[in-house]
């Protein structure tokens, strides 16, 4: 079981409950059968330890995607259990080589497996749409009688009693939990550092971060532990892992996907809402998570829900694409690899015979502060009060966010004030898009509008650990509420990104990033991901999906292999 008992409520102190979690994480990892070797050194780039460690079933099957195993388990070609034991095993090494796990579940998991192969020699037909495949869950979401702390020491000892919401379709729908993924401290990080669980890292180059917050799905799917795994986004943290680690990530509108059953400070704050979403080795898999969902009808059960079908209906009807791009915020330009990217997808666009045009950044560095002045409007006292509580320290990351100079302590008066500059801007940014319209239908109706926005997911690939402090290019998109999904595209190669660039920066903000361009260089970056960023209009979910694979069918993304 996982439940805890060395806790600070029963008078241990923050060291010895992180030295229990992680000792009941080991303990899950030594219950892993045949057993997975210790690792005597970690390479920079952990991708190859897969081959070196498992057997070439196991490979096969955590390198296929959803969509190539839903019609084998769906028949019996490939048996639930079968597909579990490979991802408990890849899950495990993925564990010992990055630090992106708090618990495997392998009793769980294989006696979910075992009755779902039942269920199918029974009826001769699946569960449901995702029947055997495994999900990985970021540990902030409730699952029953697990520990459930949102990655605050203070919060071990909390036992939920039931499963959250997203979980409990997901089950209907087939799915097999397996492992549970670490999220930073305060969950409020483009980073994965906490005093529980310590600090995810790359799979890719392990001197970078995996991101964050949903760090621990990243890093597992990066090294192929995962295929599919659950994160949550207030200002980057499904896109931020899935660009980090060359993964698909889907931050839908607010209100589309379930989110009761989280687990968060400052619950019950509606200024900026957080959504949930998918993080997936396959476009495909994120468009069958969501669908799966959807036809659950969570609304039924989450009355803030919106009650939206999924639409299946051509957006493009053979037309072309008109894709904006956002080349630089304005305000932290982004790294050289990011830059040749965005100019190669553009280039294969336009080839194409896409229309392809630049969007004119509009007051990005307002919309930080808007936002950053609206995640914490207690002036975090909460967060610093939970970990006051426990006497665990401050991660640098948690001091940036946290104590930066837009955290205000708000009044009613103020609280308001501070709304209606978000909903200004909000309407600006609307108008703005609206201006692309190029006529008028016969009933008034805007034509030729933008269909995306094409920008990057932050101003580099994967951050040095510590260093992913600007936000802007994803919480964005957040204080619009736009859906958005992350793509990967290539690599950085020290061959062609090492040519040196003049560059004079803008701001504080601006210098940080770029001198660690300057300091590290492709070198210091080798191999990592890099992804781009497309983004659509509210509750134009399915529309920006098909967008994706229109763009990805036009251009032969990605233009490397990862694994």
Same mark, same amino acid.
């Given at each position: 079981?996982? @439940?805890?008992? $060395?806790?600070?409520?029963?008078?241990?102190?923050? /060291?010895?409950?992180?030295?229990?979690?992680?000792?009941?994480?080991?303990?899950?990892?030594?219950?892993?059968k045949?057993?997975?070797?210790?690792?005597t050194?970690?390479?920079?780039?952990?991708?190859?330890?897969?081959?070196?460690?498992?057997?070439?079933?196991?490979?096969?099957?955590?390198?296929s995607?959803?969509?190539?195993?839903?019609?084998?388990?769906?028949?019996?070609?490939?048996?639930?259990v079968?597909?579990?034991?490979?991802?408990?095993?890849?899950?495990?090494?993925?564990?010992?080589?990055?630090?992106?796990?708090?618990?495997?579940?392998?009793?769980?998991?294989?006696?979910?497996?075992?009755?779902?192969?039942?269920?199918?020699?029974? !009826?001769?037909?699946?569960v449901?749409?995702?029947?055997?495949?495994?999900? +990985?869950?970021?540990?902030?979401?409730a699952m029953?009688?697990?520990?459930?702390?949102?990655?605050f020491?203070?919060?071990?000892?909390?036992?939920?009693?039931?499963?959250a919401?997203?979980?409990?379709?997901l089950?209907?729908? &087939?799915?097999?939990?397996?492992?549970?993924?670490?999220?930073?401290?305060?969950?409020?990080?483009?980073?994965?550092s906490?005093?529980?669980?310590?600090?995810?890292?790359?799979?890719?180059?392990?001197?970078?971060?995996?991101?964050?917050?949903?760090?621990?799905?990243?890093?597992?799917?990066?090294?192929?532990?995962?295929?599919?795994?659950?994160?949550?986004?207030?200002?980057?943290s499904?896109?931020?892992?899935?660009?980090?680690?060359?993964?698909?990530?889907?931050?839908?509108?607010?209100?589309?996907?379930?989110?009761?059953? =989280?687990?968060?400070?400052m619950?019950?704050?509606?200024?900026?809402?957080?959504?949930?979403?998918?993080?997936?080795?396959?476009?495909?898999?994120?468009?069958?998570?969501?669908?799966?969902?959807?036809?659950? *009808?969570? =609304?039924?059960?989450?009355?803030?829900?919106?009650?939206?079908? =999924?639409?299946e209906?051509?957006?493009?009807?053979?037309?072309k694409?008109? $894709?904006?791009?956002?080349w630089?915020?304005?305000v932290?330009?982004?790294?050289?690899p990011?830059?040749?990217?965005?100019?190669?997808?553009?280039?294969?666009l336009?080839?194409?015979?896409?229309?392809?045009?630049?969007?004119?950044?509009?007051? !990005?560095?307002?919309?930080?502060?808007?936002?950053a002045?609206?995640?914490?409007c207690?002036?975090?006292?909460?967060?610093?009060?939970?970990?006051?509580? +426990?006497?665990?320290?401050?991660?640098?990351?948690?001091?940036?966010?946290?104590?930066?100079?837009?955290? *205000?302590?708000?009044?009613?008066a103020?609280?308001?004030?501070?709304? /209606?500059?978000?909903?200004?801007?909000?309407?600006?940014?609307?108008?703005? =898009?609206?201006?692309?319209?190029?006529?008028? &239908?016969?009933?008034?109706?805007?034509?030729?509008?933008?269909?995306?926005?094409?920008?990057?997911?932050?101003?580099?690939?994967?951050?040095?650990?510590?260093?992913?402090?600007?936000?802007?290019?994803?919480? /964005?998109?957040?204080?619009?509420?736009?859906?958005?999904?992350?793509?990967?595209?290539?690599? $950085?190669?020290?061959a062609?990104d090492?040519?040196k660039?003049?560059?004079?920066?803008?701001?504080?903000?601006?210098?940080?990033?770029?001198?660690?361009?300057?300091?590290?260089?492709?070198?210091?970056?080798?191999?990592?991901? @890099?992804?781009?960023?497309?983004?659509?209009?509210?509750?134009?979910?399915?529309k920006?999906? /098909?967008?994706?694979?229109?763009?990805k069918?036009?251009?032969?993304?990605?233009?490397?292999?990862?694994?």
């Amino acid at each position: 079981m996982s @439940v805890a008992t $060395v806790t600070t409520a029963s008078g241990a102190t923050w /060291q010895e409950v992180a030295a229990d979690r992680q000792a009941h994480r080991a303990a899950t990892l030594a219950a892993i059968k045949p057993a997975l070797p210790d690792l005597t050194s970690i390479p920079l780039n952990t991708i190859p330890l897969a081959k070196e460690f498992l057997t070439e079933a196991e490979i096969k099957i955590t390198e296929s995607t959803v969509e190539e195993l839903v019609p084998q388990l769906a028949i019996g070609k490939l048996s639930a259990v079968e597909v579990a034991n490979a991802f408990l095993r890849r899950a495990g090494l993925a564990q010992k080589a990055t630090n992106c796990v708090t618990e495997l579940l392998p009793e769980r998991a294989l006696e979910r497996a075992a009755y779902l192969d039942a269920y199918l020699k029974e !009826h001769g037909k699946p569960v449901g749409p995702l029947h055997g495949i495994p999900i +990985s869950v970021k540990e902030h979401l409730a699952m029953k009688g697990l520990d459930h702390n949102g990655g605050f020491v203070a919060w071990v000892g909390k036992v939920p009693k039931e499963d959250a919401l997203i979980l409990q379709i997901l089950w209907a729908a &087939g799915a097999v939990f397996y492992v549970r993924s670490p999220q930073p401290q305060t969950l409020m990080h483009l980073e994965t550092s906490g005093n529980l669980y310590g600090v995810t890292t790359n799979p890719y180059n392990t001197t970078l971060t995996s991101g964050g917050s949903s760090g621990g799905e990243g890093a597992l799917l990066g090294f192929r532990g995962s295929i599919l795994g659950i994160g949550t986004d207030i200002g980057g943290s499904i896109r931020s892992p899935a660009a980090n680690n060359g993964v698909y990530g889907v931050k839908p509108t607010v209100g589309r996907l379930p989110i009761s059953g =989280w687990l968060s400070a400052m619950a019950g704050s509606e200024h900026i809402l957080g959504t949930i979403g998918p993080l997936c080795t396959s476009l495909e898999g994120c468009k069958l998570f969501i669908k799966s969902i959807i036809a659950g *009808q969570p =609304w039924l059960r989450e009355p803030s829900l919106l009650p939206l079908p =999924w639409k299946e209906e051509d957006a493009y009807k053979g037309r072309k694409l008109k $894709v904006a791009v956002l080349w630089d915020d304005g305000v932290v330009k982004p790294h050289p690899p990011v830059t040749r990217a965005m100019k190669k997808v553009v280039e294969e666009l336009k080839a194409k015979g896409h229309e392809v045009v630049d969007w004119t950044p509009y007051k !990005h560095d307002e919309a930080w502060a808007i936002i950053a002045n609206l995640y914490f409007c207690d002036g975090a006292a909460e967060d610093l009060a939970i970990m006051k509580e +426990s006497g665990e320290p401050l991660r640098p990351l948690s001091e940036h966010i946290l104590k930066n100079k837009h955290v *205000q302590n708000h009044t009613m008066a103020s609280l308001w004030k501070a709304t /209606q500059k978000r909903d200004a801007y909000r309407t600006a940014y609307a108008n703005l =898009w609206n201006s692309t319209a190029t006529s008028r &239908g016969p009933n008034g109706e805007l034509q030729g509008m933008v269909d995306a926005i094409l920008c990057p997911v932050g101003p580099g690939s994967a951050p040095k650990l510590d260093t992913s402090k600007w936000w802007g290019y994803t919480s /964005q998109w957040n204080l619009l509420d736009y859906p958005a999904v992350v793509f990967p595209v290539d690599k $950085v190669d020290p061959a062609k990104d090492s040519a040196k660039v003049e560059y004079t920066p803008r701001n504080e903000d601006d210098k940080f990033n770029w001198d660690l361009w300057e300091k590290y260089g492709a070198e210091g970056y080798k191999d990592a991901p @890099v992804s781009l960023q497309l983004v659509g209009r509210r509750y134009e979910d399915e529309k920006l999906i /098909q967008t994706l694979e229109i763009v990805k069918e036009e251009t032969g993304l990605p233009y490397v292999k990862y694994v």
